[in-house]
């Protein structure tokens, strides 16, 4: 049977990937695929997870998979983060093709780019998937709901490790050291909003985003979220 997680950029991949790297190793062969459609692939003789569709697969090709999980954030906080990766971060990215004026404000970005993420997930993926789970919940039992759906043998004290291993202040530690090669490989040491690990804040949209720009997103979100029943805001 094979499973696959369908995930924007920007909404916690980086954490749930690494804990899910710990939680099957010995089970599934790992395949890093960071530079082509996902971002990891698991395997082995009975089943596979693919990690993380980047693009995100066509909703009318989603029948090749067994079951398909969404994996959705606050899209106000993940267009925040994706704002500060396509500046500060795209240079060292091996997947990142967009670009954004350098004169673009983060409310002009937000505002601009609204619909179009609403339309290419949100909408998207509407009523097509078995299991949902929220950035939000992920220390709240959203891991363990998800790892419970997938075909990993575990205990629970190993899932606790996993993720106290690889929460917000090891990753950031990790990428401060500037070590890593990989995901977490360090831009700026000055520049706080280039990291990888940036803040990982719910609702922290609100201390980048003006009050007019947070009303205006908020009354697209209102009328759009009757199209899906993807939640596309956390409150």
Request: proline fraction near 3%; hydrophobic fraction near 35%.
């Amino acid at each position: 049977m094979n499973f696959v997680i369908l995930a924007r950029p920007k909404t916690g991949t980086t954490f749930l990937g690494r804990v899910l790297d710990c939680a099957t190793k010995g089970q599934f062969k790992k395949i890093d695929m960071d530079h082509k459609d996902f971002k990891r692939v698991y395997i082995n003789k009975k089943h596979i997870i693919y990690l993380f569709a980047h693009p995100a697969i066509p909703a009318d090709k989603l029948g090749k998979f067994d079951k398909k999980i969404v994996f959705t954030r606050d899209v106000r906080d993940m267009l925040v983060s994706y704002y500060f990766h396509l500046k500060y971060r795209r240079d060292i990215s091996r997947r990142t093709l967009q670009e954004i004026p350098e004169s673009m404000t983060i409310d002009e970005f937000c505002l601009r780019n609204l619909d179009k993420v609403i339309d290419n997930f949100y909408i998207k993926y509407d009523s097509c998937y078995d299991l949902l789970v929220r950035y939000e919940d992920l220390y709240s039992g959203g891991i363990q709901k998800l790892i419970d759906y997938l075909p990993i043998d575990y205990d629970r004290d190993k899932i606790s490790d996993c993720i106290l291993l690889n929460n917000f202040d090891n990753m950031r530690n990790i990428e401060l050291e500037g070590n890593d090669k990989g995901e977490l490989r360090k831009a700026d040491s000055n520049n706080k909003e280039s990291f990888k690990v940036r803040r990982g804040k719910i609702g922290g949209f609100v201390d980048y985003l003006s009050q007019d720009t947070i009303e205006k997103m908020n009354k697209i979100v209102k009328g759009r979220q009757k199209e899906t029943s993807v939640p596309i805001t956390y409150k």
